[in-house]
Each structure stands twice: as C-alpha cells, then as structure tokens.
C-alpha cells in the first residue's frame, strides 16, 4: 500500500464515524422541530375549538411549552447532556399534554422518533411507551366510545410503532459500534504497518552498514594492528586506502547514492573491487547474464562480507572469489585455505561483531536465493545463489 493510499484509508473509517453523528444529530433536530410544530398546530387548534372550556388556558400553555422545549432541543441538540434532559422533559410534557387534551395525540409521533434519538434505546423505548399508553388511554375520550375494538387496535399500532423505532435505533447503534471498532481496528493495523517499515528500514541499514563501512573499517583495523607489530609502512598504508574508502563508502550511503549493479558488468566490476582490495583471485564462467537490482545487491554484499571475513580471520594464503553464470541463475563463491570454523556454533551476534552471515543469509532469501557455509580445518567455502532476472 503506498504512503497516500495508506493515509486514505486511516482517513476513511473516522469519516464514516463522523457522517453517522451528524445523521444521528440531524434525525433529532428534524424529529424535534417535527414536534414543535405538531404542538404549536395542537394549541391553536384546542384554542379555536375548546375556548370555553375550563382547562383551555392550562392546555395551551402546556402545548407552547412543549413547542418552546422542542424548538430548544433542535437548537441545542449537539450538547448531548442537554439533548437528553430536555427530551425527558418533553416525554413528560406530552404525555401531561395528551391527558389533557386528546386531540394533540399525534405529538407523541415525532416525540418517540425524538427520545430515539436523543437518549439511550432503553429510556427512549419506556418513555415512548409511556406516551403511547396515554395516547390509548385518550383516544377513546375523543371519540366519545368504550368500543374495545378501537382501544385495541389504537393500542396495536402504538406498539407495531414504537418496537418499529426502537429496533431501527438499535440497528444504527450497532452499525456505529461496528464502524468505530474497525476505526479501532485499522488504526492499530496502521501503527503495526508504521512499526514493520520502520524495522525493515533499521535492518536494512544496518546490512549496508555491516557490508561496507564496518568491512572497511575492520580491514583499515587489522592493517593498522600489522603495520603496529611489524612497522611495515605499506601496511600503514594499506590501512590509510581502507579507512578513504571506509569514508567513500559512508558518504554514499549517507546520499542514498545506490548504484545500479543490474547488468553484469556493473557487479563483475564491483565484486573484481571487492577482490582486489583483499588480496583475493578472480574469476567468472558461463554466459553472463543479468540480475534483478535486490539480487545483483544482495550477491555483491554476501561477496564483501566473506571476503572481509577470510582477510581477518582465517590466516589465509590464499582467497579465491568465483562468479559462475548458470540457466537458474548466478552462484558466487568465496573460498580460502585458512583455518576454518564451525558454521553451527558461531556466537550470537553482538556489538562486538556476528551479524555478516545472518544479514546475508536474510538478504539472499529475500530475494529468492540461499547461502551456504562449509567450512573444516583446511578452508572455508560461501557459497551464495540467486535466480536470474525475469526480463
């Protein structure tokens, strides 16, 4: 997944979270204007038809609370807290409302989609019913009937109403958990993809370090410990020409100036470098063929890293560096005749050295191809494989 690919869709999720808020929030404000209008349309209605009625000035007043309460809600309905004290307060209201005055009982409509979407399914579901049961309680008030028929049917679809809403809230609750758990989910796969590049950037560093900088340096070491013990000048200068191309090296890496080793003759040339600097013969059989970029790297860095190892620790007379073209693809050697080691109990790498054939040996792999190690008392053999470019 690429750098913006990757920022999209950690962006994505929190958009979704988001845009259900907002539609959690816009279905309370339309449901609360819903229901100041149904109340203020309720009033003036009760005023032009019940005027002399004795309860006339209390059932207006409490119908323009009610308006006044939902118009309030739909202004403030973002503030949770306060979205969820004035939508109890209106489920009171309406229900006081519908008592008094059975005509407005289709506020509790709007009402039940409000408490939905302001409180909790729980509260919303038993304030609602509360509403409804004084809906089915008046109904048959305003009808001037005890027909039991109506009062069941009234009550029916009340309840068809009412587990309606609430299954459609709890519905949306569940979606929203689902989204913000993937939220949860894709972030911390993000964090643990940030982590695996940032590991594979610090390995990868620290092969180019091992394979150029550290080989040089080691080998200026070594040169610089002789030239000490023999006072040999050459070796003095020996080691001057290791630690420049210790800090060529260095400054390369510093400038991400990788060269391109893909053709042949680029590696040959590279590895016939490596050889000569230690000392070591050179030679190449069958056609030659190019390699991929990784591979053409990864057998170059495998070839510095044995080499190095066999100038300083093996006491070898002679070094011998072999590049062998063949239909599956290139295999490098590096022998010695000096005194070898037991591939199998080498010591766990440390700051003091260890890494050059695990980092090798991961390289290689990486890019399809394997390393092998033989090595007794009379020699050492690496011997490094990767198949052949595809192009």
Same mark, same amino acid.
Request: no cysteine; charged share 30%; net charge negative.
């Given at each position: 997944m690429t750098r913006r690919a990757d920022v999209g869709a950690r962006r994505e999720v929190p958009l979704r979270a988001w845009a259900w808020a907002g539609a959690e929030h816009r279905a309370a404000q339309l449901s609360s204007v819903a229901l100041a209008l149904t109340a203020s349309v309720g009033g003036v209605r009760y005023h032009s038809v019940h005027a002399a009625d004795v309860d006339h000035h209390a059932v207006v007043a409490l119908a323009a609370l009610v308006a006044l309460g939902a118009a309030g809600l739909a202004l403030g309905a973002s503030r949770r807290q306060v979205a969820r004290a004035l939508a109890l307060g209106l489920a009171l209201g309406t229900v006081a409302l519908v008592l008094l005055a059975p005509s407005t009982?289709?506020?509790v409509v709007p009402l039940v989609v409000t408490l939905q979407a302001t409180t909790s399914v729980v509260v919303a579901t038993v304030a609602g019913g509360l509403a409804v049961s004084a809906v089915v309680v008046s109904?048959?008030? @305003? &009808?001037a009937s005890a027909d039991v028929g109506m009062l069941v049917a009234c009550a029916l679809a009340g309840l068809v109403f009412l587990v309606a809403v609430a299954l459609a809230r709890a519905s949306l609750d569940a979606r929203d958990r689902t989204v913000q758990e993937l939220s949860a989910s894709r972030a911390q796969t993000s964090e643990a993809e940030r982590r695996a590049e940032h590991l594979?950037?610090?390995r990868h560093l620290s092969a180019e370090l091992h394979d150029t900088v550290v080989q040089s340096v080691a080998g200026a070491?070594? @040169? &610089?410990?002789?030239?000490e013990r023999t006072g040999d000048?050459?070796?003095?200068?020996?080691?001057?020409?290791?630690l420049r191309v210790a800090v060529e090296e260095t400054r390369a890496l510093v400038?991400?100036?990788?060269?391109?080793?893909?053709?042949?003759?680029?590696?040959?040339?590279?590895?016939?470098s490596a050889a000569a600097r230690v000392g070591a013969t050179w030679s190449t059989t069958g056609v030659r063929r190019d390699l991929s970029a990784e591979g053409a790297l990864a057998v170059l860095r495998a070839a510095q890293g044995a080499l190095g190892n066999a100038e300083r620790h093996s006491a070898a007379a002679r070094i011998e560096l072999e590049v062998r073209y063949e239909e599956a693809g290139v295999v490098l050697t590096v022998s010695d005749d000096g005194v070898g080691f037991d591939p199998d109990a080498l010591p766990a790498p440390g700051p003091r050295g260890g890494h050059g054939l695990a980092i090798a040996r991961?390289?290689?792999e990486a890019v399809g191809g394997r390393l092998v190690v033989r090595s007794s008392a009379i020699g050492t053999l690496v011997e490094a494989s990767v198949p052949g470019s595809r192009s």
């Open positions: 009982a289709w506020v109904v048959p008030r @305003l &009808a594979e950037a610090r070491l070594l @040169l &610089a410990e002789a030239a000048a050459s070796h003095a200068t020996a080691a001057r020409r290791a400038d991400d100036l990788e060269q391109d080793l893909s053709g042949a003759l680029g590696l040959e040339a590279e590895l016939r991961r390289r290689l």
